[in-house]
């Protein structure tokens, strides 16, 4: 485009030739008018200014941006970095990195950059872009260094600013886990393989190298004297007391050999291990002791005794944790098992031997010796006893008492075997010898095994079973009706008592019938007689067997008639059925003797017959109840009417009362109102007398305040005044004497003075000023430091000439 540009100070613009293909700079501040064959291209722009601190970067930078009027080739693909200079415009092609667009829009703040300022702590990560020389360092194409602070970076075109780091900040007690991301050699000029990890532990600030990755940071374990830590090792290495470790191997550390513990690559902490403490009269069997190297000997058992404290080893653990000595009185005993041939002074033991010591004393075992059990004595009462078995010889028998029983090394409880029924009727069973408190008026039949005999035990009574004694126990029916070997019971009872069963009869014209009968029965029997007491276990469910025997004779009897006369005679035909002519019935097989019998109740068995009975009887009870009914309804009626009348009376005179009680209300009303608007006048007037009054008395209260408040003021001066006179005038006093003091030690001064002149010029030399002329007394004067003046003491002056010659007259 044709025409005149006039271009600013530090701005520039770019004019294409036509003719030629070039572009050309111009900077201004100038006035340009385009050729024919001239354009602008871009601008008119400000130049590039580059602050201090700051830098650019332009791509594809001239080869030789300073020749001026000579044609310059791009660098394609370069960069040029620039820094704080004179403004400078950009050459045709070159572009401004970070602002693209300048050309057009002609800002460039955006492509302007800080310098990289490093701290102290900080490291700045370059890689090279391209083969280049570094100072005296070749860089290869890709390498990555840092540069450390403190320090401002300048950036060059070789390299590429990749980011900057922090150091790690170590606090004491911290390590720093870390990498090598190739192979490198440390801070610590120790040759590092790719991969390979250690720790650094130094505290404060940590730089990492540029192929060193954090992997982080650990804390280490403070050491206390009552917590060691069990170690164990990844791999083969010297551990931080500068011993050799294999990998598996494990070990503590404690307080006595660190106070802190640092994480070591290919040691791992495997668990805290608390100090283990032993009081007095404590001890605990040490199994799998480590020995001076600190290896488990497998098998070994060590007894320590306290006062102690100890860590345990990897591979040790406790026997039964810690225990308290065994403290054995009269009455207590040991049972000890031998688990290695050991002779001592006092014994010579084989291994599996057993033997027992008893009280009173302390004892704590050897490493060759295992408490199996401590044992007691056993005190037995009357009638009590154990079974006790010899584990040697298999022998079982029973210890009564009374006595205190302690069983030997070679001696159990035997544990008696009893059926369930037994057990549970019993409650108790093993170790302490059965015992059963059979009640009055019962039998308990007991067998003996062994000897193939039983025996009967009347109540009341302990039955005492023996090692080979059971119990017969007597499954009974029970229930109604009866069900066979629904009761089980060690005990017969021998009565009197009663039997309650319900049997089901049928008459001769086929009425089934529900009879419940209730009949006493007893045993006779002789107590010391054995055949007698032990005929009667000879019918094991003895109610049962009467049950069945009684519901027999009565179905018998009923069958051979109707039932109208089994209703009218229905007790009389059952008694005959029972007992026939005799008074009561005895059963030989076991002498039960069953002497009266009760009907309790007769029901039918079949629904229909069962239905028209109650029919009858509910329409019994229908008709009593209605008629009943009836008459409550009409009493309740009555009742009704005379509370209503009630009622209503009351609530005339209620609302008599009423209106009397609201006409006196009324004038309460008429009243109030009346004392209420005269009352409110006098409140309002009184409290109006009695607001005025409290203003005039707080308006006195107040002059007299103010009155006592002036009167203190002037007071406090006036006392101001006198103080400050009286203080004027003792210091005046004091200062006239002062002066007064000060004058008259002057005047003696002088005097002394003077005396002492005169002393020392002595009487020839006043003689000789006193002959002389008044120059020469003078000039003598003035050589004795006095002036020939009028001295005076303020009222009458002295010649000293004429001193001089009376000083001389005097002499």
């Known amino acids: 485009m044709q025409g005149v540009y006039g271009i600013k100070p530090f701005h520039f613009v770019h004019i294409l030739d036509l003719n030629s293909n070039v572009t050309r700079v111009e900077v201004g501040p100038l006035t340009i008018a385009l050729k024919t064959n001239e354009s602008v291209v871009a601008g008119p722009h400000p130049m590039v200014i580059v602050p201090p601190g700051h830098y650019c970067v332009i791509l594809n930078p001239c080869c030789d941006h300073s020749s001026e009027g000579k044609l310059c080739k791009l660098k394609h693909g370069f960069r040029d970095i620039r820094f704080f200079k004179e403004p400078f415009p950009l050459c045709p092609g070159e572009i401004l990195d970070g602002a693209e667009s300048f050309l057009v829009s002609g800002d460039h703040k955006a492509a302007i950059k800080a310098l990289p300022v490093i701290g102290s702590s900080s ?25 450390e602070g403190p320090c401002t970076y300048k950036p060059t075109c070789h390299a590429i600013m990749k980011g900057m780091k922090q150091a790690e900040i170590l606090k004491p007690g911290q390590a720093l886990r870390l990498r090598a991301e190739q192979e490198l050699i440390d801070r610590s000029d120790k040759r590092r393989v790719t991969d390979e990890e250690w720790l650094v532990t130094t505290a404060g600030a940590y730089l990492t190298g540029v192929y060193e990755a954090v992997v982080g940071i650990e804390e280490a374990w403070t050491l206390t004297p009552d917590v060691a830590l069990h170690l164990r090792a990844s791999e083969r290495v010297t551990d931080s007391i500068g011993v050799d470790r294999f990998p598996g191997e494990e070990w503590i550390v404690t307080r006595a050999d660190m106070e802190m513990l640092y994480p070591t690559i290919g040691i791992e902490v495997v668990a805290n291990v608390k100090r283990t403490v032993l009081r007095r009269n404590q001890f605990c069997v040490l199994l799998n002791p480590v020995d001076q190297n600190g290896r488990p000997q497998l098998g070994k058992r060590k007894v320590i005794e306290g006062i102690a404290t100890f860590f345990l080893h990897p591979g040790e653990h406790l026997e039964n944790g810690i225990q308290v000595a065994y403290i054995l009185t009269n009455a207590e005993a040991l049972v000890l098992q031998c688990l290695e041939a050991f002779s001592n002074e006092t014994e010579r033991r084989s291994p599996g031997e057993r033997w027992m010591i008893r009280g009173p004393r302390q004892y704590v075992p050897t490493k060759f010796i295992k408490v199996v059990e401590k044992r007691e004595e056993i005190s037995l009462a009357d009638n009590q006893g154990i079974y006790v078995r010899n584990v040697k010889s298999g022998l079982v028998r029973s210890v009564m008492g009374p006595q205190s029983y302690i069983l030997t090394e070679n001696e159990v409880f035997f544990e008696k075997e009893l059926s369930k029924n037994v057990e549970e009727m019993l409650k108790r069973g093993g170790g302490m010898v059965v015992t059963y408190r059979c009640p009055h008026n019962t039998a308990c039949q007991v067998y003996d095994f062994a000897k193939k005999k039983a025996r009967v035990t009347f109540g009341p009574d302990l039955v005492i079973l023996g090692p080979n004694e059971n119990f017969n126990v007597l499954s009974l029916s029970a229930g109604k009706p009866k069900k066979t070997n629904a009761l089980m019971s060690l005990a017969l009872m021998l009565g009197p008592d009663f039997i309650t069963d319900i049997i089901t009869v049928e008459t001769s014209d086929h009425a089934r019938l529900q009879i419940k009968l209730a009949f006493n029965n007893r045993f006779e029997y002789d107590p010391n007689d054995d055949k007698s007491a032990a005929k009667l276990f000879n019918v094991p469910d003895f109610i049962g067997f009467a049950a069945q025997q009684v519901a027999s004779h009565i179905r018998a009897a009923v069958a051979r008639i109707s039932f109208d006369e089994f209703h009218r005679h229905s007790s009389k ?115 109006k007398a009695q607001r005025m009054k409290i203003e005039g008395i707080s308006r006195i209260e107040g002059a007299k305040l103010k009155a006592k408040a002036a009167d203190i003021m002037h007071s406090v001066e006036l006392n101001n005044l006198s103080l400050l006179r009286s203080s004027e005038l003792d210091f005046e006093k004091m200062m006239h004497e002062l002066n007064f003091e000060r004058a008259h030690q002057m005047s003696d001064i002088e005097v002394s003075k003077f005396s002492a002149m005169i002393k020392a010029i002595g009487a020839d030399t006043l003689k000789s000023i006193a002959t002389a002329g008044p120059d020469m007394q003078a000039k003598l004067l003035s050589s004795l430091g006095l002036e020939s003046v009028l001295l005076t003491d303020g009222n009458s002056p002295v010649n000293l000439f004429n001193t001089a010659k009376g000083l001389v007259s005097e002499n």
Do not use: C
Request: hydrophobic share 40%; charged share 25%; aromatic share 2%.
């Open 573 to 687: 035909i059952i008694q005959s059925a029972v007992f026939g002519q005799k008074s009561e019935l005895k059963f030989s097989a076991n002498n039960l003797v069953i002497s009266n019998i009760d009907i309790q109740s007769i029901e039918p068995v079949d629904l229909k017959m069962r239905d028209s009975l109650m029919k009858s009887v509910q329409m019994a009870i229908e008709i009593s109840t209605n008629s009943i009914e009836a008459t409550a309804t009409h009493e309740a009626t009555r009742l009704a009417q005379v509370a209503y009348g009630n009622l209503e009376r009351q609530k005339i005179s209620n609302e008599k009362e009423a209106e009397k009680e609201r006409g006196h209300l009324l004038q309460l009303q008429a009243l109030s109102a009346a004392v209420e608007s005269t009352g409110q006048a006098v409140a309002e007037a009184q409290a």
């Open 123 to 147: 490291a700045l990560i370059l890689e090279a872009e391209v083969d280049h020389k570094d100072g005296d360092v070749q860089r290869r194409s890709g390498e990555l260094w840092q540069i």
